[in-house]
């Protein structure tokens, strides 16, 4: 069975085939996830790696936790197993953050579930609205 390491503390400016080379001397990988920003293109200090096998998973634990790798002392030990809301797919994760308002929201919007406020205008724009609802009204017949 394959085991999931998160390797930690990487500097910003490490590319994956690097990591890869790096880590292939502890054991054999299955594959290599550098995290990066997708601004910048470059590596958010982490990755995790899959290895084969628990053998292989302390091998490498061992030999490279405290590994001083361009300035960083690596940290590399087993991940954790994702949660059920990171499983799922982004959305249904960041709706349930909404939900438990961990997430954060923007003043003066509807949430998914309330239809009732995503059928009534904002109370705000509603004499305006109203205004552009018999312009467009106008046009459309004269057309």
């Known amino acids: 069975m394959s085991v999931r390491l998160y390797v930690g503390n990487l500097p ?32 958010r200090g982490f990755a995790f790696v ?3 096998d628990d053998a292989q998973a302390e091998s490498i634990i ?3 936790n405290g590994y001083d790798f361009n300035e960083s002392k690596l940290k590399v030990e087993k991940a954790s197993p994702r949660s059920e809301e990171a499983e799922g797919n982004g959305a ?12 954060k ?9 309330d239809a009732t406020a995503s059928a009534q205008p904002d109370p ?9 609802k018999d312009l467009l009204a106008t046009q459309t017949a004269s057309s």
């Open 12 to 43: 910003k400016e490490v590319e994956r085939t690097d990591l890869e080379t790096l880590l292939k001397e502890g054991g054999e990988l299955t594959s290599t996830k550098l995290i990066t920003d997708h601004k910048t293109g470059k590596c």
């Open 50 to 52: 899959t290895v084969p």
């Open 62 to 64: 061992a030999k490279f």
């Open 92 to 103: 249904k994760a960041a709706k349930n953050n909404r939900r438990s308002g961990t997430g």
């Open 105 to 113: 929201k923007r003043r003066g919007s509807a949430t998914l579930g």
């Open 124 to 132: 705000r724009w509603a004499g305006e609205l109203s205004k552009l």
